[in-house]
């Protein structure tokens, strides 16, 4: 079966990840597009050759869809789900699944009342290099996993940009695009939640306890750089460190990107700036087949599988998607309100 793909949110996320992979996964079809911003809407759908482009959404959901991808900003995630559930179509949400937990709750609630199936779009899970590291570790490769540092600094598209670079090259004004996600909860809530999936997929374990500390490099209500600690019902810790204002004003740019696993009789790194990835352990040091780390390909490929089957398979289910939520604005509430509390003595 040839499955009709609606996409909601037309942005930075759906034109580089979602509408490619739509495109290239045998029996998906990219069928329709909805944005409320016209000028975002026009022009995936000229770039993808879309037949359907709608800015209402009645007219959205009565083109003939069979199931949903959900790239609209985090706040908009609720309503969108409730609508996908009102007109009976499953969904893959991008992450991360909701602003809260009261908010995923109601969202896996509605799709299970409607039975239909809800995953989330953690694309790292299906990174060759995150599939080889599940592998490793299910193969006893590096004994157990006692210590996890998943790293991501950068600096979230950077403070300022100039829109018009030729004609105003001194004029900058400030990405809206980096607001937004500092807005919305900051690093370890938006990218943050890719680390701490991985964490718990790769371990197949639960966090028992967390606790966060942070910095405010930049003047927002979320810390711009966070440290996440924390204890897995194995035994493990894994310490997620995420900045979106790793040099988001100076003129060259620089990230760090690193997963370091280690275990009880060897470890796995993992370093997109230097595009290494290897296992050392008592056999030796193993240079292994470096990709990057997002697969929307492999995404796609297991949604259409799970359309099929009904089953998730690697995807990531709404209830994990909810639990990395809870404790993502857990750990960034809680540095919040300790800075509030420190302000006010
Ligand atoms: N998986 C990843 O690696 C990854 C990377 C970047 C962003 N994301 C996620 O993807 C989502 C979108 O991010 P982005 O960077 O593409 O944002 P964006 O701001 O570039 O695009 C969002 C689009 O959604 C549209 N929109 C706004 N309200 C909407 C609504 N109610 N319904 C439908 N569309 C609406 C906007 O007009 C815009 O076109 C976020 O959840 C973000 O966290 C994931």
Not at 111 to 122: C, K, P, Q, S, Y
Not at 172 to 193: A, K, L, S
Request: proline share 4%; glycine share 6%.
């Amino acid at each position: 079966m040839n499955y009709k793909i609606g996409l909601m949110g037309c942005g930075v996320i759906a034109s580089y990840g979602h509408l490619p992979a739509i495109m290239d996964t045998d029996g998906l079809t990219i069928h329709a597009l909805y944005d409320p911003n016209e000028q975002n809407l026009r022009r995936e759908a000229h770039r993808f050759s879309v037949p359907h482009a709608y800015s209402d959404l009645e007219s959205f959901f009565n083109s003939g869809l069979d199931a949903v991808a959900i790239c609209s900003p985090a706040p908009a995630h609720i309503q969108n789900v409730i609508d996908c559930a009102a007109h009976g179509l499953p969904v893959l949400c991008e992450k991360p699944l909701a602003m809260d937990e009261v908010e995923g709750q109601q969202m896996i609630e509605v799709m299970e009342d409607a039975n239909l199936l809800l995953a989330v779009g953690f694309c790292y899970r299906f990174s060759p290099c995150a599939l080889k590291i599940k592998e490793l570790i299910n193969q006893d490769a590096i004994g157990e996993v006692r210590t996890m540092r998943l790293i991501y600094n950068w600096d979230c598209h950077g403070k300022y940009y100039r829109p018009d670079p030729l004609n105003q090259p001194d004029f900058w004004v400030e990405d809206p695009r980096r607001r937004g996600r500092m807005d919305e909860g900051g690093p370890m809530v938006d990218c943050g939640t890719h680390q701490i999936d991985l964490a718990r997929w790769w371990t197949n374990s639960n966090i028992t306890r967390f606790q966060s500390h942070a910095s405010w490099v930049d003047e927002y209500e979320a810390p711009d750089h966070v440290w996440c600690h924390m204890d897995h019902d194995n035994g493990a810790h894994t310490m997620v460190e995420m900045s979106y204002s790793f040099g988001h004003t100076t003129k060259d740019r620089i990230s760090h990107f690193i997963y370091e696993v280690i275990g009880t009789r060897g470890m796995i790194r993992y370093d997109r700036n230097f595009s290494h990835f290897e296992l050392r352990n008592e056999h030796g040091t193993y240079q292994l087949e470096y990709h990057g780390e997002k697969n929307f390909h492999g995404m796609y490929a297991a949604f259409r599988q799970s359309l099929k089957t009904g089953e998730l398979g690697e995807l990531c289910s709404a209830p994990d998607a909810l639990e990395v939520t809870r404790i993502a604005r857990h750990a960034t509430d809680e540095v919040i309100a300790d800075r509030h509390a420190l302000e006010v003595r």
